[in-house]
């Protein structure tokens, strides 16, 4: 046994249809469901071109910062429309994805990719419509020795990524939405996304009510108050 340095089977992974119905939902609803405990830091951003949803299953890659030897397997591992999940330590020196190893995940149809680290290539990967989430960008390449595992539990800014968990992400960030749980999350998001699509025409028929914040704030005890 190697400690720090394996390839693990995925077990089990999220439904296709279900990652596809997620797809109509903005990452907000879904956080806000979540009881906004859920996230992938806001140095986690989209450096692909605006408007793109990412949603798949997670192929999870521990790595030393720095090194992408264990991005390079993940993506032969890698099933079409799965989203490999980088946890590379916050890293920002060396770039561990850049235009040549995009064109490989986009040639096997994968779902996207998440860089808890840096990103090189940056217009030309701007330009494009595959999912790329990352924490920074830098010109300096990467190390191609090792160690790194495939499979395993990662963590981003205390947000914990399980092979084949939901990832989603959209202009506003990241997150993980875990299997168990993703039908129940799913129900409730899209009960907020539709009271929220009526908020909207509310709002522009003059209609919406405010009240809740006049009583928030004498529950609260704020003075001044008419």
């Known amino acids: 046994m190697t400690i720090g340095f394996r390839i693990h089977p995925r077990a089990r992974q999220v439904d296709a249809a279900l990652v596809a119905r997620f797809r109509d939902l903005p990452v907000a609803n879904v956080s806000d469901v979540m009881s906004r405990m859920t996230a992938g830091g806001a140095r986690l951003r989209p450096m692909h071109r605006a408007g793109v949803v990412l949603a798949g299953a997670a192929l999870t890659v521990k790595t030393r910062p720095g090194d992408n030897l264990m991005i390079h397997k993940a993506i032969g591992l890698a099933q079409p429309g799965d989203v490999i999940v980088v946890d590379a330590g916050g890293d920002l020196t060396n770039a561990l994805i850049g235009e040549l190893m995009l064109a490989q995940m986009v040639k096997r149809g994968l779902g996207g990719i998440v860089i808890n680290g840096a990103i090189r290539d940056s217009a030309a990967i701007g330009a494009q419509d595959f999912p790329v989430f990352a924490a920074g960008v830098t010109h300096r390449g990467p190390y191609k020795d090792g160690p790194g595992e495939i499979n395993v539990p990662v963590a981003i800014d205390g947000m914990v990524i399980m092979p084949g968990d939901l990832v989603l992400g959209d202009d506003d960030g990241l997150l993980c939405v875990p299997i168990d749980e993703a039908e129940a999350i799913h129900a409730a998001a899209s009960a907020k996304h539709a009271a929220e ?30």
């Open 197 to 226: 699509e009526k908020q909207v025409v509310a709002i522009a028929a003059g209609t919406n009510d405010t009240a809740w914040v006049d009583a928030a704030l004498r529950r609260l005890g704020c003075e001044g108050l008419d």
